[in-house]
């Protein structure tokens, strides 16, 4: 009978042991192993080392502190139970609040369960197709890299007729009208000279 609460005392201590280890590698990066000592002495030094961590973390001590005034607030009530902070009027009242939205839900549970699956002929049908869409799509996209390149000769190729057929036919033009007003000036002085003799 000693020797099973003397395990279960161990057990319990190593566990604590391990727990305040994860915390202290957790917090600080390290964590130190003690040498098998006696259950006293075990006892007496996790609770040093939990002391300590309590004075190093002030969020912990207060939480022990709120823990041991009020350990309810601790341990959820079962989901059975109603929480004992509200009043009755208050529960009935987020009931009612809710309870337009549970025919919604009970329809469209109901919907979902009279939707039919599939037939999976329709989906092999489709995963044998996988590989016909990969190659129809490997087509699409050197379609769209050979469109981008006719694009672009097409715009070079306007570029060039541009600049050389329609700015070529604007500059013989000019010119051409150019050597007309030459040639109606001289015309003119011509005239005028001849008036003038």
């Known amino acids: 009978m000693e020797s099973a609460i003397d395990d279960t005392t161990l057990s319990t ?15 600080y990066g390290n964590s130190t192993t003690q040498a098998t000592t006696s259950a ?12 300590k961590l309590l004075q190093h973390i002030r969020v912990y001590g207060e ?20 929480p004992p902070e509200l009043s009755l009027e208050a529960l009935r009242a987020i009931v009612l609040s809710a309870a337009s939205s549970y025919p919604a839900t009970a329809s469209a549970l109901t ?10 002929a ?10 016909r869409m990969k190659g129809i799509e ?6 769209t890299t050979e ?22 036919y604007s500059d013989f033009v000019a010119g051409v009208e150019g050597r007309i007003e030459w040639i ?4 003119r002085r011509a005239e005028k000279t001849k008036e003038d003799i």
């Open 13 to 27: 201590i190593s566990l604590l042991e391990g727990r305040l280890l994860r915390i202290e590698h957790l917090l």
């Open 40 to 51: 006293l002495r075990g006892i007496q030094d996790l609770e040093h080392r939990f002391s």
């Open 63 to 82: 939480l022990l502190k709120l823990y041991q005034s009020n350990p309810t607030l601790f341990q959820p009530p079962p989901p059975s139970q109603p």
């Open 111 to 120: 919907a979902i369960s009279d939707t039919p699956i599939p037939d999976p």
């Open 122 to 131: 329709h989906s092999a049908g489709l995963a044998a197709l996988l590989t």
């Open 138 to 143: 490997a087509t699409q996209l050197a379609q």
């Open 147 to 168: 469109i981008a390149e006719l694009r672009t000769r097409s715009e070079a190729a306007v570029r060039q007729w541009y600049k050389q057929d329609v700015m070529g």
């Open 184 to 187: 109606e000036r001289t015309v």
